[in-house]
């Protein structure tokens, strides 16, 4: 009967240990040789392979006031604190799983009574010894104080695995932080950047208000002198008072933005100083080197958070697997007990202790355990996706951006020549006007048509800087 029972043992212990069959994922982490993305054009692409993050975000951006906003941004910044208290966090849970597989000691006493009934067992019992001299007192007394301590040992290193993957997630938030930092540094230049554009689009519907003025006293001397009629009066009329409205859309705009600046730096509204002057040129961002599609994975601050949390769900999966496995804890307790404290510190007849193993596997009914070892294996999966994703975004956003830097430059030329054309037409337009060889439909068409042009130049400018600015941050800079 023993060998029978031998091996039923076995046979449950065998079948508590077997795994269901999962199935993994390997995340591809292959990423092309360039950014054109095809063989077709890889010898256009050069072969710079200058890692983008020698470059500090306080060398790229030159502009002593945007310097200023983005170092205060970094101190007061909310969501950035916020994202400090959450690496806090992950720090203290590292604690807590290295606390786990250590052994827990701890000291209690305790004091108490019990009366059992005269015709129990008990009660018998002691009835009989007390009527001997020394007996047991009625009702029966209880002290006790005592050390104690209990242990797992980590057999299958579950509770090693446990500290490891806290360790990982604790430097994922540390990613997670130069991630934060890096959009919060663009996203402050990026501002900066449009309230410049909005300050000289100020400027250039200041001075387009002045000439429309100038052409508006025209108009009526040539109506004084019946050359034109009260309708063209009215059209430059009606054309002032649209370009004036314009004025006050962007003081709205330039509210709002710095506003926008002044929430990222963790402030109630103020201005924002700048000099409207250097926009475009000599603190325009200096030339970045792309580098080689391969330096995102070490770069880019959300790859590398990608990847270990990829790493911290695979040693999920291994603390989940180890719960199929047997459990051995060992408990221990030493101290005094008695009935009298008269006699609680007496040795050895006070003295106890205990020492105790216990050996736990699961056998019937593990369907919590397979489910917390399925659902393990699918954010492993999912940690797997996810890294694939963060990297092929990661590739894309540099691509566009390095094309969007040669298209805007192309664009702003063309743009420029429009507007110098556009200037000259203006002259023309009023001297041909004065000298009745054209009329005012064509000056105000003329005059429209070059207010556009220059707003188009200017937001063609910021459009370059912040992809200078975008560019930056998609190859991971900002952070350091």
């Known amino acids: 009967m023993y060998r029978y029972y031998i091996i039923i043992f076995i046979s449950l212990l065998f079948a508590a240990c077997k795994l269901p069959a999962l199935t993994g994922k390997t995340p591809d982490t292959t990423v092309p040789g360039n950014y054109r993305g095809d063989s077709a054009n890889a010898e256009r692409t050069s072969a710079d392979t200058t890692n983008p993050l020698s470059i500090k975000w306080k060398d790229y951006f030159t502009d002593p006031n945007l310097v200023a906003l983005i170092d205060t941004a970094l101190k007061n910044n909310q969501e950035l604190n916020i994202t400090l208290r959450e690496i806090g966090i992950a720090r203290n849970e590292i604690q807590a799983r290295k606390g786990e597989y250590l052994p827990f000691v701890g000291l209690r006493a305790g004091a108490g009574f019990d009366k059992a009934g005269k015709y129990t067992m008990q009660g018998a019992t002691e009835e009989a010894i007390a009527i001997h001299p020394g007996g047991t007192p009625d009702p029966l007394q209880d002290y006790r104080i005592e050390g104690y301590a209990t242990w797992e040992a980590d057999i299958w290193h579950k509770l090693h695995n446990a500290k490891k993957a806290a360790v990982t997630r604790y430097l994922a938030t540390i990613e997670g932080r130069n991630f934060v930092i890096t959009n919060l540094v663009a996203e402050i230049a990026n501002s900066y950047y449009e309230l410049l554009a909005l300050d000289n689009q100020l400027d250039i519907v200041k001075k387009n208000i002045d000439i429309q003025n100038n052409a508006l006293q025209i108009v009526r001397l040539q109506k004084e002198a019946t050359r034109v009629t009260e309708l063209a009066v009215r059209k430059f009329e009606a054309e002032v008072l649209k370009t004036r409205s314009i004025q006050y859309d962007i003081l709205q705009k330039i509210t709002v933005t710095e506003n926008r600046i002044n929430f990222l730096l963790g402030r109630y509204p103020r201005h ?209």
Do not use: C
Request: aromatic fraction near 8%.
């Open 272 to 480: 924002i100083p700048r000099d409207p002057a250097t926009f475009g040129t000599s603190l325009l961002p200096g030339k970045l080197h792309p580098g080689i599609p391969s330096q995102l994975l070490a770069n880019r601050p959300d790859i590398k958070q990608a990847e270990l949390e990829l790493a911290a769900s695979r040693l999920d999966v291994q603390v989940a697997k180890a719960r199929f496995y047997p459990s051995l804890g060992i408990s221990a307790a030493i101290g005094y007990q008695a009935f009298n404290p008269a006699y609680l510190l007496e040795t050895p007849k006070s003295l106890l202790y205990s020492l105790a193993g216990d050996l736990v596997a699961p056998l019937v009914n593990r369907n919590a355990i397979k489910a917390t070892y399925a659902n393990a294996n699918a954010r492993q999966i999912q940690a797997a996706y996810n890294y694939e994703r963060t990297i092929l975004n990661a590739y894309v956003e540099v691509a566009n951006q390095l094309s969007r830097i040669g298209n805007l430059q192309k664009s702003y030329d063309l743009r420029s020549q429009q507007v110098d054309a556009l200037n000259q037409s203006i002259s023309i337009s009023n001297d041909l006007f004065k000298s009745a060889r054209a009329d005012y439909m064509e000056v105000l068409m003329t005059q429209r048509d070059a207010l556009e042009s220059k707003f188009e130049l200017v937001e063609t400018r910021q459009q370059q800087m912040n992809a200078l600015v975008s560019v930056y941050q998609a190859l991971g800079g900002g952070w350091k």
